[in-house]
């Protein structure tokens, strides 16, 4: 149901997700909604297929506590 993303597109994603945090980063040092933006950044940066980082996560989470 879920597709991975080639390794290709993993590594260009992490670079435009690098690149967007290094020319936002003055900007966003004055802002107060900076930890929602790098958040969204983090996101983006761990997205390793189509399905949602959010379910990722919740799946990863359940085999730590069990």
Request: with cysteine; charged share 25%.
């Amino acid at each position: 149901m879920f597709q991975p993303f080639t390794l290709t597109r993993i590594v260009l994603r992490r670079c435009f997700v690098l690149l967007i945090g290094l020319l936002a980063f003055p900007v966003m040092l004055f802002r107060r909604d900076r930890a929602r933006f790098y958040s969204y950044l983090h996101r983006v940066w761990c997205k390793t297929s189509s399905k949602p980082v959010w379910l990722k996560q919740s799946e990863r989470a359940e085999r730590i506590f069990y």
